[in-house]
């Protein structure tokens, strides 16, 4: 399979406890992107990577959210201290460097904070 | 005022009835445009780029008025398979180059 996977696909945590979520975009993307979806709602930009370089955060993503993307290859997410309001499906997307071209997404994260 | 707007519906149609959903976007900087589709529980996927002049896939036809700013998406001969939530998404060139998406318009089609 050549194309965005996302690991977990599901993960339950406790309040108050980190998670980290891992995307593998496709191998030729050099942009990487993370969005969170909650129900009825479209996917929310959270931040995105050329490369290993971050180049925009939201301003609406606590501080309690980071993201690398190391080699700029696989980027991770990791959110900390979470809370019930952090409950949602977080996505990753990868494209090619152009406006034009499409993002490929993977099947996503849905996290539950309990 | 959100980035892009869309009616969320749902929109509940009969088999083989046309449908036209639109969008409307607030910065004029914006400079590629897209619709997606999610099925449920889902990951969105590419259904076409929209451009200036217009463009048809099918029975699917995307139309881009700049002076507006609005976008639209027309299904012809709707099918059962057509359920599923339309977003409209747009790119803003020096905006970051991400993708913004609207909330999704919800399309049901029925026998």
């Known amino acids: 399979d050549t194309g965005v996977s996302q690991d977990p696909r599901h993960k339950i945590t406790k309040r108050g406890q980190n998670v980290t979520f891992r995307c593998d975009p496709i191998?030729?993307?050099?942009?990487l992107y993370w969005y969170r979806q909650t129900l009825g709602q479209g996917p929310e930009f959270l931040t995105y990577?050329?490369?290993?370089?971050?180049?925009?955060k939201s301003r609406l993503l606590s501080d309690r959210f980071s993201a690398e993307r190391p080699k700029g290859s696989f980027s991770t997410l990791e959110i900390q201290r979470t809370e019930q309001g952090d409950s949602a499906m977080y996505l990753c997307?990868?494209?090619?460097?152009?406006?034009?071209?499409?993002?490929?997404f993977g099947q996503g994260t849905r996290l539950t904070v309990v | 005022r959100k980035e892009v707007e869309q009616d969320p519906g749902p929109f509940n149609v009969p088999e083989g009835a046309t449908v036209a959903f639109n969008c409307t976007y607030s910065?004029?900087?914006?400079?590629?445009f897209f619709w997606y589709r999610q099925d449920c529980r889902k990951e969105p996927k590419l259904l076409m780029s929209?451009?200036?002049s217009g463009n048809e896939d099918g029975r699917f036809t995307a139309q881009l008025n700049r002076a507006s700013q609005y976008i639209s998406l027309l299904i012809r001969d709707s099918k059962l398979s057509d359920s599923a939530t339309y977003l409209c998404?747009?790119?803003?060139?020096?905006?970051?180059?991400?993708?913004?998406f609207g909330t999704g318009t919800q399309l049901k089609v029925e026998l």
């Open positions: 191998s030729e993307h050099n942009r």
């Open positions: 998404v747009v790119n803003i060139k020096g905006g970051g180059n991400k993708l913004t």
């Open positions: 990577f050329q490369n290993e370089a971050q180049l925009e």
């Open positions: 910065n004029s900087a914006s400079q590629s």
């Open positions: 929209v451009y200036s």
């Open positions: 997307a990868s494209s090619l460097e152009s406006l034009n071209t499409e993002a490929f």
